[in-house]
């Protein structure tokens, strides 16, 4: 890619609702900045942008004690140099296995979460996810999490330096199926069909009274 549609890429990124806003330079967590929005938690630490980042919504709403989490978002850089995620650590989970499908090595599976070795382009965008980027698993939950709650997750770079970031629970990207809605109207035809009733039973108690009169 030449640089200016690099340029404009990282102008969309940095202009867009949850683009991360720069911190001071520097390679120490002190440095770095945190955000929540509706999409996921941001951060940035140096030259890099940590957006939207979340464990994909589980089945049910809750990670088991035990479970894998898959790990979504984006690394963005402002750098004109490539940089490197060489980790990822944390005490709510085990390790980490990472499937990236641009590497001709096999998935990365680290019990200490360390030599992840994925590359952050210079001036581009790191994707975390299933499909157009690295594929990465916080494996061995420790503990239940649902939506709403988060875990502390540590990121490592080679050059812009460490940021560690409360990761929420993602929520559903599709409407939930609910329970069919109450047939109101149903229910006025019920009552309709009971006062007709009614009506026909005092009409027949009528003709019945006149008929014994006449008698």
């Given at each position: 890619m030449n640089r200016a549609?690099?340029?404009?890429?990282?102008?969309?990124?940095?202009?867009?609702?949850?683009?991360l806003t720069a911190c001071s330079a520097g390679q120490v967590a002190q440095t770095a900045e945190q955000q929540r929005d509706q999409v996921g938690t941001?951060?940035?630490?140096?030259?890099?942008?940590?957006?939207?980042?979340?464990?994909?919504?589980?089945t049910g709403g809750t990670y088991?004690?035990?479970?894998?989490?898959?790990?979504?978002g984006a690394v963005a850089s402002t750098a004109n140099t490539e940089d490197t995620l060489v980790s990822i650590e944390g005490e709510a989970f085990d390790g980490v296995e990472v499937l990236d499908p641009d590497s001709a090595a096999p998935a990365a599976d680290s019990s200490g979460s360390a030599d992840l070795d994925l590359p952050v382009p210079p001036e581009g965008i790191l994707f975390l996810t299933n499909?157009?980027?690295?594929?990465?698993?916080?494996?061995?939950?420790?503990?239940?999490?649902?939506?709403?709650?988060?875990?502390?997750?540590?990121?490592?770079?080679?050059?812009?330096?460490?940021?560690t970031v409360p990761v929420p629970v993602g929520t559903p990207n599709r409407d939930l199926p609910r329970g069919e809605a109450f047939d109101f109207h149903g229910e006025e035809e019920v009552a309709g069909d009971e006062g007709s009733v009614e009506e026909n039973s005092g009409q027949e108690a009528r003709e019945q009274e006149s008929a014994d009169e006449e008698n």
């Open positions: 549609p690099r340029a404009a890429v990282m102008g969309v990124l940095l202009l867009s609702p949850i683009a941001m951060a940035s630490v140096g030259d890099v942008k940590l957006r939207a980042l979340n464990l994909a919504y589980p088991s004690s035990g479970s894998d989490a898959r790990l979504v499909g157009g980027g690295p594929t990465i698993t916080l494996t061995g939950l420790t503990e239940e999490i649902g939506v709403g709650q988060s875990i502390d997750v540590t990121f490592v770079f080679e050059e812009a330096g460490e940021v």
